[in-house]
């Protein structure tokens, strides 16, 4: 009996060494797989609240002189109180005790715009304030600071055990959970002043939670950019690829009441008094060197089975790929002929360009590296460890999920060619609302009426200061609807192609006129005659009117075709994410959380990197190269004469390398996406050595597989940046501001 027993339970035990084992090989390979192992560190947008346990050690091992809570300290000031989200879609860095905040050229492109015209060019000319007094308020412009971030998972998962729907989907809700930082700040005895607000957001998928606690300040001034010529050198040629030359940076200012409290613009504001700002260093970097960077990165993808991977593909990249390119070029030979057109429209041209590029080179990459492999590989390792844990949560969700891709796709297709060519595609699409006037108008009461037709003519007057260029509109107008009518059949398009059929037989061309010819909101002249005598008749019948009602309703029914199919996804992808967490936890990987645009830390190393066989990119770019690659006659790499004669007398400053050249950019092996573009990186010190600006062409598939190997993030060199305020532009009481270290 006792040698029954013992050979039982020796069994037993042996069972689970076998089963452990085989877990362990299958994680390991996974890992191998995708490249972790070797290079994680490199690998990672890291929670602050994360560092000192899962990444002091192995940020010191490949170069780190500083501790953690130098970086990030939750009882005390660090580097990270002089990190902010600039505008809300790229980080800056505070540069000086007087509120001055650094960032790339094309954050500030919109602010630059704002304050341009044909007299001040400043997109062109570029700008610098040579006082504070000629400092320029930027409308609509934010800067914030983290200055509290809380791990509440605990507290979040309780309220969720006692809600009325606990099964429902609030875990991922907004609006729910900021009911619960209202009560979770209530308890603590927070309360949340003016200019000063708490965000609850969920991370992995709903398996974890963080609040953090923000101050934004709204009376941000413009102090110095660049021309373009220099922020915005190479421009769409040079867009995502390496090596760069690229001077993309400007300067900002932070105002505050006297108290230094968040205030709206007031002559009477004062910059503010920063409790932390940057140390720059001029001593450069080598290759191998570690760097890091902190920022806002926006959105990646890493937790995305195949299935999702092929849907991103084939619908939201083929768009943006396809509809984009149309409507660029149709602007470009615009706004190539009047300068008063390329103003305008400069600011809405660059962004629609930048994810036009990422998203022809992320397909490229994903086919070209063969992540689909990968992500096949890598589900089927997490679906064997269920399969040896006897749990099949796992198969259930990868089940769930790629049934609910299989059944959205075509309405997910549908919505982003409305997107893209209709929405995104048209401004003149945003017309005012004319529903209170229909409602007055329908209660035939005079006063109701009246205020409902004041309150639009207001409306209109900031519609029609927004697209000065009806004919622009027109034209682009034109390629959108012929570019939609391509890619959905026509038994699938939105309801406003059954009047373009009917009127205007078909002839989308024709359409486009008629609503500008006709319309209500067509020109100020047709809308000034019809707001004289407003008519329900004239409304209900008007052609700019139906055609954004049926763009509406084309979103509502390919959301309510999604939201039908989607219905399961959240519950099924978060059992998937906490798989993946379990199994890097299991192999002794740390783990992060997909982008959110919350405050993250990635770090690496300066290197070169081999993009293909016998090719070889250098780590560094230099002013010499600017030189090499200008053309007169090209737009996009126009170098300015007083660049060239700085150039040819080698006047580079203290700002040269040790070789006397003139260092321009600079790439690191960073985990950077979105959103980091204006970050900070930091030398082994925590000294500022560049801004984050963008990637590379090879390395686009980052958002959804990080491939170390070819990944690069592309940064501005601080010498460079220095040596513009300096010695291009003369505005040497900015440098005087700043602490600087040899």
Excluded at 266 to 280: A, C, E, G, Y
Excluded at 360 to 375: A, C, F, P, Q, S
Excluded at 618 to 630: C, D, I, N, Q, S
Aim: hydrophobic fraction near 35%; proline fraction near 4%.
């Amino acid at each position: 009996m006792n040698d029954i027993r013992s050979y039982t339970e020796w069994h037993s035990l042996s069972k689970h060494l076998l089963t452990h084992i085989y877990m362990r090989q299958i994680i390991l390979s996974l890992f191998l797989t995708s490249g972790i192992l070797s290079v994680y560190a490199d690998e990672g947008m890291w929670m602050l609240t994360d560092l000192k346990k899962q990444n002091e050690v192995a940020m010191t091992e490949l170069g780190l002189l500083i501790p953690a809570e130098e970086i990030y300290n939750p009882n005390g000031i660090a580097l990270k109180d002089a990190v902010v989200h600039f505008g809300g879609g790229c980080t800056g860095e505070v540069i000086s005790a007087e509120g001055l905040v650094l960032t790339n050229h094309h954050c500030g492109y919109g602010a630059i715009q704002q304050h341009s015209s044909v007299e001040h060019d400043y997109l062109t000319d570029g700008f610098w304030a040579m006082s504070r007094s000629e400092e320029l308020p930027c409308k609509g412009l934010t800067v914030t600071y983290i200055d509290e971030i809380m791990d509440v998972t605990d507290y979040v998962n309780k309220q969720l055990q006692i809600d009325s729907d606990p099964n429902g989907t609030n875990y991922l809700s907004p609006k729910y959970l900021t009911k619960i930082a209202d009560r979770f700040l209530s308890e603590q005895g927070t309360t949340l002043t003016p200019g000063r607000k708490a965000e609850l957001k969920a991370f992995y998928g709903g398996n974890k939670y963080y609040l953090f606690l923000k101050t934004t300040y709204s009376d941000i001034r413009m102090v110095g950019a660049p021309p373009s010529s220099i922020g915005k050198f190479g421009a769409d040629t040079d867009n995502w690829m390496w090596p760069r030359h690229t001077g993309d940076f400007s300067l900002f200012r932070i105002y505050a009441d006297k108290d230094g409290k968040p205030a709206e613009y007031n002559r009477d504001n004062v910059p503010l008094q920063v409790k932390k700002h940057l140390t720059i260093s001029l001593a450069g970097y080598r290759e191998g060197d570690f760097t890091f960077v902190m920022g806002f990165p926006g959105r990646n993808w890493r937790y995305m089975i195949s299935d999702e991977v092929e849907e991103r593909m084939q619908t939201t990249n083929f768009m943006r790929n396809h509809v984009r390119d149309v409507r660029q070029k149709a602007l470009m030979e615009q706004m190539l002929k009047d300068d008063a057109v390329r103003i305008h429209y400069a600011s809405k041209y660059a962004s629609s360009a930048n994810y036009w590029k990422n998203a022809i080179g992320m397909n490229e990459g994903l086919v070209r590296l063969k992540v689909l492999d990968t992500k096949r590989a890598q589900q089927e390792q997490l679906l064997a460890r269920g399969r040896a844990l006897n749990d099949s949560s796992y198969q259930k969700a990868f089940d769930q999920i790629r049934d609910i891709v299989k059944h959205r796709r075509s309405a997910l297709y549908h919505q982003q060619a409305i997107q893209e060519a209709l929405i995104t595609g048209l401004d003149f699409m945003k017309i005012p609302s004319t529903t209170a006037l229909v409602a007055a108008l329908k209660s035939k009461d005079k006063v109701k009426i009246k205020a409902a037709a004041d309150s639009l003519q207001i409306a209109a007057d900031k519609y029609f200061a927004s697209v000065p260029f009806p004919e622009v509109e027109r034209l682009v107008g034109k390629k959108m609807l012929q570019t939609y009518m391509k890619y959905i059949p026509a038994e699938q398009r939105i309801g406003i192609f059954k009047i373009i059929d009917r009127r205007f037989k078909g002839d989308s061309d024709a359409f486009i006129d008629a609503c500008f010819e006709y319309s209500i909101f067509g020109s100020k002249e047709n809308f000034a005659k019809f707001i004289r005598k407003p008519s329900l008749y004239k409304i209900g019948n008007d052609w700019m009117t139906l055609f954004k009602y049926s763009i509406t309703d084309g979103l509502l029914q390919t959301t309510i075709a999604m939201m039908d199919a989607n219905r399961n996804y959240n519950a099924a992808h978060k059992v998937w994410v906490k798989g993946m967490m379990d199994m890097k936890r299991e192999a002794g990987t740390p783990i992060y959380p997909d982008a959110n645009s919350t405050l993250r830390l990635t770090y690496g190393r300066v290197l070169p990197y081999r993009p293909a066989n016998g090719v070889e990119y250098g780590y560094y770019t230099t002013l010499k190269g600017a030189m090499e690659k200008e053309d007169p006659n090209n737009w996009e790499f126009v170098v300015p004469a007083r660049l060239k004669q700085l150039y040819q007398a080698k006047d580079f400053g203290q700002y040269a390398m040790p070789d006397g050249e003139m260092p321009v950019c600079f790439i690191v092996n960073t985990d950077n996406t979105g959103g980091n573009s204006g970050s900070p990186v930091f030398n082994a010190k925590g000294e500022l050595i560049g801004t984050a600006f963008d990637r590379n062409y090879e390395g686009l598939t980052g958002d959804i597989a990080f491939r170390p190997s070819s990944q690069r993030a592309a940064c501005v060199d601080i010498r460079y940046t220095l040596f513009i305020i300096d010695k291009y532009a003369g505005a040497s009481h900015i440098i005087k501001e700043l602490t600087i270290s040899d």
